[in-house]
């Protein structure tokens, strides 16, 4: 077994990940990659969990002409059909998976159950979970920080279209700092938009390390759990 630095992970991947240079939608290739990567960490001995959002399909403030509640909902939709697209992804790649939703539909997912999450990790099992919390009004950012802390993952890696935290928008500041290492204070005192503050709160309330890193090289999901230093690490 590869030397790893975290025996259980929680991985939180943004529907527009997914999408990759079409922007919207479901992109083969770009799912692929990823799973390679996933497939290459479970074979390593880690135990992986993911939180997928639902923006390629759907954002609840396209909807700001709906309800805010009804919105939600079908953000939460969105996610369920990443989540299968991942399932169908990894388990064409011979990785076993469970698809939890927050929100029951028992025809193609389990509802989620804490223990049966954990059981199904324990056995070697990808668990990927949708549809955020369940509930209008709170992000996928959330759901990933609320899973994390009931499965008990040692960190939440969290890939982004940027490789690390900065001060500021490095597109639009060529002078943005770049963190190693940050506090959750200091993330919603600077408002750093890495998470929602909810998120971003809870993880500080529950003592849960996020490291922050470029999703755009797949590779570096299988360096994140290495430890090799990569990205900003929040605690």
Known sequence: MAEVKYKRVLLKLSGEVLAGEKKTGV?????????????EVVDMGVQVAIVVGGGNFWRGRNGHQMERTTADYMGM???????????????????????QTAIEMREI??????????????????VIFACGTG???????????????????????????IDAVYSADPKLD???KKYDKISYMQVLEEDLKVMDS??????????????VFGIGDPENIVRAVRGEKIGTIVS
Do not use: W
Request: with cysteine.
């Open 27 to 39: 992109d083969v290739e770009t799912v692929g990659k990823i799973c390679d990567k996933i497939k």
């Open 77 to 99: 939709l969105a996610t369920a059909m990443n989540g299968l697209a991942l399932q169908d992804a990894l388990e064409t790649r011979g990785v076993f998976t469970r698809v």
């Open 109 to 126: 997912a389990e509802p989620f159950i804490q223990r049966k999450a954990e059981k199904h990790l324990n056995r070697g099992r990808v």
């Open 135 to 161: 509930h209008p009004y709170f992000t996928t950012d959330t759901a990933a920080v609320l899973r994390a802390t009931e499965i008990n993952a040692d960190i939440i890696l969290l890939g982004k279209s």
């Open 174 to 176: 060529p002078t943005a």
């Open 198 to 211: 909810t998120a971003t709160a809870l993880c500080r309330d529950n003592h849960m390390p996020l490291l």
